[in-house]
C-alpha cells in the first residue's frame, strides 16, 4: 500500500465518521442507527452517547 | 409482562437528594440513556446485581416533589410509577430516595407513592451529614409509621448501599405487577393532611438540628443585597483568573509535549503526504485543541464545587430580578448557570418549565450564555494580544478581558430575551418558586467523579470528533496541489483556501482575513475546532523559516488589533454548533426555532464585531 | 428543629392577616392560609397545591430571611424548616399573621 492510499484511506474515514454522525436523525433511524440523545442533565454529559458536550 | 426478565425498579426523590449519585453508586457504568418514546425527557436506565444473585434493572426518574406532574418531566416520573407510560413496562418495586437532611417534604412524597400500592424502599440517603450534624433518625419507628422499608445509605461512600442492596433483596417482587394503582390526583385539602401527617410522623421518628443556623448565617451575606451581588461577581471574576492563570503551567506542559511528540515523528517519517498529515493535521489542529484540557477541568472544578455546595440557587436568587425583568424563568437559571460550559444540558432543563414561550425563550438565548468551547478561541486572543499585565491594583487584565467577554454574553442573552419576551410575546411571568437548600461541604468524591467524567468527555471529543474534522480539514487545506512553478503558499490553491478567499469579501467589513472564515465553518460542528483549524491553516501556509512556528504569536504578528477584538466579539455570539442546534430541534420539536437561533446570533455576530472592528480601527489610528 | 403545627395557633386569633409578599425582611409568624386569586398565570388550584407541596400549610412558622438586590424582589423565606425563594407577587397569595 503505497503513502497516498493511506492517507486518501484515513481521510475516507474519517469522513464517513463525520457523516454518520451529523446525518439527520430521519435518516439515521431509517438505516437502523441508534439514536445518540444521550445529552439530557449534567450526568448525562460526557456519556458514551453524547458527545455534544465538553 | 416482567417474567423471566429482571425485574425493574423505578428510582423515585425529590431534587437535591443525591438520587443521581445513589443510582451511580448501584449501577457504576452499567447505564444507558436514551429518550422516552414520543417525549424529549431523558430516559436513564442501569442494572446492577444484589448480593443474593439477582439482576435488576433500575430506572433513574427526574425528580420531582410530589406525583401530580407539572411539567414533561415530572409527568414522565407519574406516568412511569402508575405504569401508563406507552413503551414502559410497569415498574416492580418503587425505591425512593431522600434526603435525610431534609425528610419534610419527602415524607408526603412516600405517602403518595405507597398509595400507588407498589412494593417500596425508602432510603435515606445523605445519612453520614446527618450523623455529623448530630441528628438521629429512628429508622424502625419512622418504618412502621410509613408502612415501608427504611434504610439508610451514603452515596458517596463506598459500601454505603449494602442496606439498600439487601433491601431490594427482601422486596416481595411479584412475576405479574398489577396494572391497577391506588393513586388519585390529590385536592389541596388531601395535600393539607398528607402534610400534616408527614410532619406529625417527622417529629416522632427524627431529631434533627440541621444545619439551619450555618446556612441562615451564611445567607444573610451570600443574600445581601449589595454584599451577596459583590460577592458573586468576585466568585464568577476568581473564576475566571482561575482559569486562565492556574491552567497555564500545565498548559505550557502540554504544548511542549505535543510539539515534542509533532518534531520527533516529523523526523521519522519521510517527506511528504503522510508526514503532513500528521504534523500539519493532526498534532498542530488537535493538539491546539487538547492544550486546553486543564483550563476545562479547573472551570468545571468550580461550577461543580458551587453546585454541590448549594451556592447556585442563591446565585439564581440574586439574578431573578434581572431575570423576571427580562421574561426568563427562575427556575432555568440554576440548569443554565450549572451547565455553563455547554449549552446543550441548559437547553434540555429547560423543560422544567410549563410555559411553551417561556421554554423557547430559555431555550434561544441558553447558548449566549454558555459555551465552554469558546474557552479555547478566548484564550488564544486574548494571550496572543492583552498584555500580561495587572490593573487597578492586583486584577490581571487577561483574566478581566476573559470575565469581561462571557458577562458580554450574559447580558446579551438578558437583552435578546427581554425582546422576545416583552415585544414579541407580551406575557406575565410564572410564578417563581424555588427551593434553597441547605449548605452542604461538597463531597471531594462527588467532584473527583464529575471532573473525571468531564475530562473523559473532552479527551472523548477530542479523539473522535475533532480529529475527523482535522483530518478533513487538512484534505481540505491540501488538495489540490498548486501547480508547478506557483509562487506563494501551496494552501491558496487548496478547496479550504478557495472557499476561504471566495467568502473572504463577504467577511472583509468585519475585518476578517481568509484563514478566518476558513476556521468558521467547520467551526459549526465544534467550537473550539476554529483554534485547530487555524492551527493547521497557517502551519499549511507557512514556507521557509516560519514552519512550525506555534500559533500563538504568527496571530499576534499577523492579525491587526481591530481584527483580533472583531474576531472575540463574533465568537461571544457566534451561531451555534450543529450539535446544538439539533438539540433544539428535537426540544422545540420544529425546524423552525433551530433556523431563527442561527439567524438571529449570525446577525447580531455580524453586526457586534462590524461595531468593533470599525470602532476599534477608528480608536487605534 | 421540627415543630409541631403549633397549638397557640389553633387558639389564637391572628391580629391582622395580611399577605407574605407585603412583609419586610426580618418579620417572622405563620401562615394563615392561601388567598385565590386569578391574577397569577397559572390556574389557582395549580398555584395553591404548589405551595402546599413546598410547605406553605397553615400553621406552618414563616420567617423572611433575604430580600434581592434589585426591588426587594424575590425573598428568601425559611417555611418551618425548608428554605424556599418566591417572588413578592407570588408571596401575595400566602395569608400570613405575626406572631
Known sequence: ?54 | MNGPAAPEIALVGCPNSGKTSLFNALTGSRQKVANYAGVTVERKEGAFVTPAGRPIKILDLPGTYSLRGRSPDEIVTRDVVLGRLEGEEIPDAVVCVADATNLRLVLRLVLELKAVGRPMVLALNMMDIVARQGGRIDIERLSKELGVPVVETVAVKKGGTAALLAAIDELPLLEDPPTEHGWREPSAAEIRAAHAEAARILHDCAFHPGNEQFTRKLDRVLLHPVFGVVILLAVLFLMFQAVFTWATPAMDLIKAGIEAAGVAVGEVLPDGLLRSLIVDGVFAGVGAVLVFLPQIVILFFFIILLEDFGYMARAAFLMDRLMAGTGLHGRAFIPLLSSFACAIPGIMAARVIENRRDRIATILVAPLMTCSARLPVYTLIVAAFVPDRTVFGGFGLQGLVMFGLFAAGILSALAVAFVVKKIVWREAPEPFIMELPDYKMPAPANVGLGLWIRAGAFLRRAGTVILALMILIWFLSTFPAPPDGATGPAIDWSIAGRIGHFLAPLFEPIGFNWQIVVALIPGMAAREVAVGVLATVYALSATGDEVGQALQPILTAEWSLPTALSFLVWYVFAPQCLSTLAVVRRETESRLWPAIMFAYMFALAYAASFATYRIAGALLT | ?99
Open chain 1, 1 to 54: 500500500m503505497n503513502e497516498t492510499t493511506l492517507v486518501l484511506g484515513i481521510v475516507l474515514g474519517a469522513t464517513a465518521f463525520l457523516v454518520l454522525r451529523y446525518l439527520p436523525a430521519g435518516l439515521k433511524a431509517r438505516i437502523g442507527l441508534k439514536d445518540g440523545s444521550a445529552c439530557a442533565t449534567k450526568s448525562g454529559c460526557g456519556s458514551k452517547g453524547c458527545d455534544g458536550c465538553h
Open chain 3, 1 to 99: 428543629m421540627i415543630p409541631t403545627p403549633d397549638k397557640a395557633f389553633a387558639d389564637a386569633t391572628p391580629a391582622v392577616t395580611a399577605t407574605l409578599g407585603r412583609r419586610a425582611r426580618g418579620w417572622s409568624g405563620w401562615v394563615t392560609g392561601l388567598a385565590p386569586t386569578d391574577r397569577l398565570t397559572i390556574p389557582w388550584a395549580e398555584m395553591e397545591r404548589r405551595l402546599l407541596e413546598m410547605g406553605f400549610v397553615e400553621g406552618a412558622r414563616v420567617e423572611l430571611l433575604q430580600e434581592g438586590p434589585f426591588g426587594r424582589d424575590p425573598i428568601a423565606v425559611r417555611v418551618d424548616d425548608l428554605t424556599v425563594a418566591l417572588r413578592r407577587r407570588d408571596a401575595d397569595v400566602v395569608l400570613v399573621a405575626e406572631g
